[in-house]
């Protein structure tokens, strides 16, 4: 008999972890949203909203010319360019199709059936992903509960206890998705320091250039100074150019070429390359972007804060905020009037939303709303 050639067909014949997972899940259909509304205050992704340095769009034009000839596949002067910002050789550098790209072959790479991989409980959604993918067994270590100084952050000592002999890979990210909170580098620190020598921590940083806390560090010098240490960082976020598409990780170079062997050969394409290349250089772009968003973080918390709405510490350029059980009805009155938040079932936080914090009018628009909505 012929068999019908449906999505459960297929995932019959799939691998194991393949078969368990669930496609990522991005939230509204912002394009369908786009196109009926005109104004539309697009707060569920966490897109940088005021855009890369002019220097990135004047190199994208100038690539154009070239874009019948392949990328370099090597992505050489990107990678120097990172090399010197970050003080490493550039064979610990590995550029990826966004940083997802790279968290994702991570997966694929050092694990497999047998193996377990850690990643916090209220981590960014990918970790799941790509364990599952992979067909390795996910160990979900608890978060810091709720009153914590850190609420629903990551919980070092459990993650640290969810290690097993089999455990390959250990996903954290700093500061988190969708949490907004940090690990202070004392306790980061420590963290490594008990890791087993043999587990690949992976800290994705995909925040880290918009984190100001004096109690927030990148992991760089770590990974620069431990072979199991990866660090993951991107140009969506910070330095605005998330529909490119390249993110990059920082490792000891044997990662990195291990690594090499299933990156498909032009993954990074030549006008993400150019304007990475020009972003980078173009510190003041990103210092005033940084402090657009550090400033407006502080008035959204505050105002929120002053509606009686509870709202995560956050190092990033988004809030999670507690809507308790009105939250659906929140999402959907805010939808109605063109505001878009992400809701977070999917994450197991339902009571809550993710709000990306948005320009200064932006951000007045979402107040204004949820005045309305909250009457
Ligand atoms: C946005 C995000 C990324 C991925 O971004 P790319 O666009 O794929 O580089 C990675 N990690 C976290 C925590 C993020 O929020």
């Not at 996910?138 to 709720?146: F, G, M």
């Not at 407006?296 to 509870?310: N, P, W």
């Amino acid at each position: 008999m012929t068999p019908t050639y449906d999505e459960n067909w297929f995932a019959s014949r799939a691998t194991s972890g393949i078969r368990a997972l669930k496609a990522y899940d991005p939230g509204h259909d912002v394009v369908a949203l786009r196109n009926a509304r005109q104004w539309l205050v697009e707060l569920g992704s966490n897109e940088n909203p005021y855009g890369p340095s002019p220097r990135a769009r004047a190199a994208v034009l100038d690539a154009l010319h070239l874009m019948h000839r392949y990328p370099d596949p090597r992505g050489a002067a990107l990678k120097a360019a990172l090399a010197a910002e970050h003080g490493v050789e550039p064979s610990r550098i590995l550029l990826g199709n966004g940083s997802h790209e790279l968290l994702m072959q991570l997966a694929q790479v050092f694990a497999g059936p047998g193996d377990d991989v850690v990643y916090p409980q209220y981590g960014f959604a990918v970790f799941a992903l790509a364990t599952r993918a992979s067909s390795a067994n996910a160990r979900v270590a608890p978060a810091s509960p709720d009153d914590a100084p850190m609420p629903l952050g990551h919980d070092v000592d459990a993650l640290l206890a969810a290690i097993t002999p089999s455990t390959k890979l250990l996903y954290i990210a700093n500061p988190n998705n969708p949490t907004g909170t940090w690990i202070n580098p004392a306790s980061l620190r420590r963290f490594v320091d008990a890791v087993p020598h043999d587990v690949i921590v992976v800290v994705d940083e995909a925040y880290a250039e918009m984190a100001d806390a004096p109690d927030y560090a990148t992991a760089l010098p770590l990974a620069r100074e431990r072979g199991n240490v990866v660090v993951t960082r991107t140009f969506s976020k910070a330095y605005a150019l998330a529909g490119l598409r390249c993110g990059y990780l920082v490792a000891a170079e044997g990662l990195v070429a291990v690594m090499e062997r299933v990156r498909e050969s032009f993954n990074v394409n030549s006008l993400a390359l150019a304007a990475c290349e020009a972003a980078l250089g173009d510190v003041e772009h990103l210092a005033w972007s940084r402090e657009r968003n550090a400033e407006q973080r502080t008035a959204l918390t505050a105002a929120l804060a002053a509606r009686g709405i509870r709202v995560l510490p956050s190092q990033t350029n988004f809030v999670l905020a507690h809507f308790g059980d009105t939250t659906p009805a929140i999402e959907a009155e805010l939808l109605e009037r063109g505001v878009i938040l992400r809701p977070m079932g999917g994450y197991g936080l339902p009571a809550y939303s993710r709000i990306t914090v948005g320009t200064l009018d932006e951000n007045r628009r979402l107040l204004q709303a949820l005045d309305e909505v909250l009457a």
